[in-house]
């Protein structure tokens, strides 16, 4: 069962910054003041997907990306997949002593409209089913 999240702004905003400077969103982008808040919010370690789009695609600049936790870029229709592959891997890797048992890891998967509603709605559906 999800639990319920009672965050304040003024509690997070001197967490650990996870988006890194550089990024190439445009300037009072909601994307990336929306990015950097959640990722204010979670105060565990993160491994992030993401459907292709504007944030997997402005994050990824080549030598330097923005993105300093483990973020994966995922086709457009399926980040909730790759991240769900990678959380069942996580719970493997736990139950057979190659992580220790104590780590926690939040997983977080992120897509626009299209990745969430049109295309890749099936593959939420999916996610969900699955728990």
Known sequence: MAERIRTRLRDIVDNEERLAPGHRLCSGCAESIII????????????????????????????FPSRPVPWIPSA???????????????????????????????FLAIGGDGASYDIGLQFISGALERG
């Open 36 to 63: 950097r808040q959640v990722l204010h919010a979670i105060d565990h370690p993160v491994v992030i997907a993401t459907a292709t789009g504007c944030l997997e695609v402005s994050t990824s600049g080549y030598p």
């Open 76 to 106: 457009f229709q399926n980040p909730t997949t790759t991240i769900g592959g990678i959380e069942a891997a996580y719970r493997v890797f736990k139950r057979t002593g190659r992580i220790p048992e104590d780590t926690d890891i939040k």
